[in-house]
């Protein structure tokens, strides 16, 4: 006797699932995330998303409890007018949140950003530490 492989459902027939799963046009409707690259200079973090086709009104950058928050969402609609009979229209949507919770010597108070050819740069400085003395006489009694 052969050893078959059953499926997923515990048959011995194969369905139209074992081939294509239900799910698999989910992977192509999901929005990529904006890549990110995160410098750390002596005086600041700073941040560079990769947002290309945005406009700096669509997208917004905040810190919340230590945690930087950058969102963006587009929404462009396109239509062509070929034939007073013919009418296509084109609605065009994305979206994106990324979230980077930030170092405790990240100075929420002196941030900047700008956007420029499709990279929203993001500067936060560094809180300014005071040299601690770290030897101490401690007297006898």
């Known amino acids: 006797m052969s050893i078959i492989k059953l499926n997923t459902r515990g048959d011995l027939f194969p369905s139209i699932e074992d081939f294509w ?5 989910s992977e192509f409707r999901k929005d990529p995330l904006p890549a990110v690259n995160i410098h750390e200079s002596p005086d600041a973090y700073e941040f560079e998303v990769a947002v290309p086709g945005m406009d700096k009104g669509d997208m917004k950058v905040s810190i ?3 945690v930087l928050h950058i969102s963006g969402e587009k929404k462009s609609e396109k239509e062509e007018n070929k034939d007073k009979k013919v009418t296509r229209r084109e609605f065009s949507y994305r979206s994106f949140d990324r979230y980077f919770e930030l170092p405790d010597n990240a100075n929420d108070d002196q941030m900047n950003a700008q956007y420029e050819n499709g990279i929203l740069k993001i500067r936060i400085a560094k809180k300014s530490e005071t040299p601690v003395n770290k030897s101490k006489t401690i007297s006898i009694q």
């Open 21 to 25: 799963p239900s799910n698999w046009m």
């Open 64 to 66: 919340n409890d230590s």
